[in-house]
C-alpha cells in the first residue's frame, strides 16, 4: 500500500538523521519529505504531481490478502471487571484468524497512552484504536496519525478532537449514564441527600459523565449536599479508604455514589466494618456503574440499590468499520452510541443478572 511505502521512506529519512546527528524532533520533521504531510500542506509542484501520478492505487490490506495491522490503545486491563471484559473482548476479534496484527498498549495515565499512539505511527499501522485516558491532549498524535494515513477509530470514551482527526467514534453516552443515575436517585424521593461522591480517574469521559449530572443537581436543589467528593481512581481499596475517612469524622451520609462497581464494592466494605446497613429499605443507598455481573447479583440480593449500565464488548462495531473502510465504503454514522440502561434492587431479575452482567 501507499502508505507502507511512505512509511520505509520515513525510516530511512528517519535514520539518515540520526547518523548525521540530527537529534531535534523539530529538525527531523523539518526533513521529512513533502509526502508526508498532510494534502493542504502538500508540495504540489510539477514533479510531485507526476510522480504521484505514476504510482499505483493503494489497495486495501483487506484486498491484498496482508494482515491488517492495528495499534489498540487502552486502560489497564486490571482497572475494573468492565475493562477486563472490554480487553477480552477486543483480544477475540482482532487475531490473525480474523485477518489483523494487532498490537496492544495499556495505560491509565494520557502521557503514557499518547507516547504509545506515537510509537504505532512509526510503526505504520494501519488503524490506531484508542480508548483515552483523558479527554484532552489528543490533537497532535492524532494529525501526525493523518499525515501517515493511519485510520483512527474511538471506542469506548470520547476526546476533545476534531472529528476529522477520526473515522468513527463507538462509544458510552457518559452523560446519560449520569443523568439516568441521578434521575433514578431522585425517585427515591428522601427528604435529605448527603452523598458522598466516590469519582473516577479525573478528566475521564466516565468521570466526567457521571460526575456532571450529580454536580449540577447538586447545584440545584438546596436538600442535595456533597459529603465529599474524591477520585478514588477506580480503585476498590482507595474507595473504602474514603469513606471510612468519613465515617470517622461522623459526618451524617445516606448515599454512596461511585462511578464504578468496583469503587461501589470498597465504599461497602467500610460501611459493613462499622455495621452501617446499606441496600434496599436500610440506612444508606449504594449506586455503582458498569453492571459486573457479581455487582448486579448484589442488587438482586438487595444489598445494593442502584447499578448503570457500561457496554464493554465494542469489538464488532469496531470489526465492521474496519471492513467498510477497507472495502472504499463511507462510514455514514460516525458516532455509534451504545444502547445502555440502569438497574434498581425492587425490580432486577435473574435473567437480567444472566443477560446484562459481565
Known amino acids: 500500500m501507499k502508505k507502507k511505502i511512505l512509511s520505509a521512506v520515513l525510516s530511512v529519512a ?37 510522480d504521484t501520478a505514476e504510482e499505483p492505487a493503494a489497495e486495501p490490506a483487506a484486498a491484498s490478502g496482508e ?15 468492565y475493562r477486563t471484559a472490554n480487553d477480552a473482548d477486543l483480544q ?29 505511527v512509526q510503526d505504520g499501522v494501519d488503524y490506531l484504536l ?25 471506542f469506548d470514551r470520547t476526546i476533545d478532537a476534531d472529528p476529522s482527526l477520526y473515522e468513527a467514534s463507538i462509544v458510552s453516552d457518559m452523560d446519560k449514564e449520569g443523568e439516568t443515575a441521578v434521575n433514578w436517585l431522585a425517585s427515591q424521593n428522601l427528604d435529605e441527600y448527603n452523598v458522598i461522591h466516590i469519582q473516577g480517574v479525573m478528566g475521564s469521559a466516565a468521570q466526567k459523565g457521571r460526575s456532571g449530572a450529580l454536580d449540577a443537581k447538586v447545584a440545584a436543589e438546596a436538600n442535595w449536599n456533597i459529603v ?16 471510612q475517612s468519613v465515617i470517622d469524622a461522623g459526618t451524617p451520609f445516606n448515599v454512596i455514589y461511585a462511578e464504578n462497581d468496583d469503587m461501589a464494592k470498597g465504599a461497602v466494605a467500610a460501611l459493613d466494618k462499622a455495621n452501617i446497613s446499606h441496600g434496599v429499605g436500610k440506612d444508606v443507598i449504594v449506586m455503582g456503574f458498569d453492571c459486573n455481573k457479581w455487582a448486579l447479583e448484589e442488587l438482586l440480593n438487595q444489598n445494593w440499590n442502584y447499578d448503570g449500565q457500561c457496554n464493554p464488548f465494542q469489538s464488532s462495531y469496531i470489526d465492521d468499520i474496519i471492513k467498510k473502510l477497507e472495502s472504499g465504503q463511507t462510514i455514514d454514522n460516525k458516532t455509534i452510541i451504545m444502547d445502555e440502561k440502569g438497574f434498581d434492587a425492587t425490580t432486577i431479575t435473574q435473567e437480567d443478572v444472566d443477560n446484562y452482567g459481565i
Open 228 to 243: 465529599t467528593q474524591q477520585t478514588a481512581e477506580w480503585n476498590a481499596d482507595n474507595a473504602q479508604q474514603i469513606v
Open 14 to 50: 528517519m535514520i539518515a538523521a540520526l547518523l548525521s546527528g540530527c537529534g531535534s524532533k523539530a529538525d527531523t520533521a523539518a526533513s521529512a519529505p513533502a509526502a508526508a504531510e498532510p494534502a493542504a500542506a502538500a508540495d504540489t509542484s510539477a514533479d510531485a504531481a507526476a
Open 92 to 120: 477475540k476479534t482482532f487475531t490473525k484468524e480474523n485477518g489483523y496484527e494487532a498490537s496492544f498498549a495499556y495505560s491509565l495515565k494520557n502521557d503514557e497512552q499518547i507516547a504509545a499512539a506515537q510509537k504505532f
Open 130 to 154: 484508542l480508548s483515552a485516558a483523558d479527554t484532552a491532549g489528543w490533537d497532535s498524535v492524532l494529525k501526525d496519525a493523518q499525515a501517515a494515513g493511519i485510520r483512527v477509530i474511538l
Open 67 to 81: 494482515l491488517i495491522k492495528v495499534g489498540i490503545i487502552n486502560n489497564d486491563p486490571n482497572e475494573s471487571g
